[in-house]
């Protein structure tokens, strides 16, 4: 198994540069290291957004195994996941956190959007994570500020591509691959994938497309609805409308339910535990299909919010994030740039099948669909109270 050994930053001149060792034990590890080497190489810093290789270097040792050295240029900011279990946003007005809120999820959307459009002509990155996530104030070169950056300084940058697999061959390696990344930001297929097998997966057409090409993607939509819910957290429940509470509702179920898993998860594994016991327990439950469930009442819960959103720019990236968790979807990570980077209302032409045939529609969802709802309004009048904010997009400390 390929190991992190080390990681470190070391000056050069006045570059700051990243280390990183990783001990490969097998020949499987060190060609795995060697594409991370290559990747970085090839892809020349994506804009930014990604660390750029400066070079690297492989130490045989005596007991077969090898150490890949490698440099990188190092990003600037704090992982995600800091920012979400932050301090408080100083605004009181209800509708300017909302305002922040959704512009920074904006550019999330648009840059890691961006960088995987890029990053996905040669690898999936599968580990699109908020701690593989950096963000930072572009002005300060520091972590971003939620009571005073200005959000059009936001910058976000992707690192640690020690799990991904080569997107031009992962649809003939997938069946005997092993499962990758953080269970928090799985869909629906890797779970059926990791619980059920390959065998099961296939008789799945849908889940089966989006395990072999949209697991970027839908990771990048369920850290865009993360930021989003963080800030309608923060909101007075008397301000916001029917829409955004049913929003906020369904995915904090989504979100508790997906970190009980994951923490389930990590305790077989890091305690010797057996994980056939679990495999048997979640297949009795149907996790997967409760994951397929979440994530289609989240996505019915953007649509309602989509129609009656007020601004075209708030209704693109409401609509982009419905899309990313619908495995049904067509929707490239460059497309979700386009959408949301639009100034006016995105029609997402032929994005996903809007009336599949009873075959693709038994082939696409573990469990039976729901009927369509009212649509909701999303504000409702309400006098503005200035009172203190909780912590902001602290969803670890209030959902789990």
Not at 19 to 35: G, P, S, Y
Request: with cysteine.
């Amino acid at each position: 198994m390929q190991e992190g050994i080390g990681q470190r930053l070391v000056w050069q001149g006045d570059m700051c540069v990243a280390m990183k060792d990783v001990m490969c034990r097998r020949a499987a590890d060190l060609e795995q290291a060697l594409l991370e080497v290559s990747l970085l190489r090839e892809l020349d810093g994506a804009g930014s957004c990604i660390p750029k290789c400066l070079g690297h270097s492989v130490h045989h040792l005596q007991d077969g195994s090898s150490v890949v050295r490698f440099a990188m240029t190092r990003l600037q900011g704090v992982p995600l996941e800091d920012f979400l279990s932050g301090k408080p946003c100083l605004a009181t007005d209800s509708a300017c956190v909302l305002r922040r809120g959704i512009e920074i999820t904006r550019q999330l959307v648009m840059q890691l959007g961006q960088a995987l459009s890029s990053v996905n002509k040669r690898v999936w990155h599968r580990d699109v994570n908020p701690r593989n996530v950096l963000i930072s104030d572009m002005q300060s070169g520091l972590g971003f500020d939620a009571a005073h950056s200005a959000v059009e300084n936001v910058r976000f940058g992707l690192i640690d591509f020690g799990l991904a697999v080569d997107s031009r061959t992962w649809s003939s390696k997938w069946s005997s691959s092993s499962i990758a990344g953080d269970c928090r930001y799985w869909p629906a297929s890797s779970w059926l994938m990791s619980f059920h097998g390959a065998h099961v997966l296939r008789q799945h057409h849908c889940l089966l497309q989006q395990y072999e090409t949209k697991l970027d993607s839908y990771a990048l939509g369920v850290l865009a609805l993360e930021l989003l819910c963080g800030c309608l957290m923060q909101c007075q429940s008397s301000e916001l409308g029917a829409g955004w509470q049913l929003l906020l509702a369904a995915f904090t179920s989504f979100h508790s339910d997906m970190h009980r898993w994951n923490q389930e998860v990590n305790s077989v594994f890091s305690t010797g535990g057996n994980p056939q016991i679990l495999r048997q327990k979640y297949q009795q439950e149907g996790v997967a299909m409760k994951v397929q469930r979440h994530a289609a009442a989240v996505s019915k819960c953007l649509r309602v919010c989509f129609q009656n959103a007020a601004e075209p720019r708030l209704g693109n990236l409401l609509r982009v994030l419905a899309e990313l968790l619908d495995e049904r979807s067509f929707l490239t990570a460059l497309g979700a740039v386009d959408a949301v980077s639009s100034e006016k209302a995105s029609q997402l032409v032929a994005t996903r099948s809007l009336a599949p045939s009873v075959t693709h529609m038994r082939s696409c969802h573990l469990m039976p669909s729901r009927p369509t709802e009212r649509p909701l309004p999303l504000y409702r009048a309400a006098t503005v109270h200035a009172s203190a904010s909780p912590a902001l997009f602290s969803l670890r400390s209030r959902v789990v």
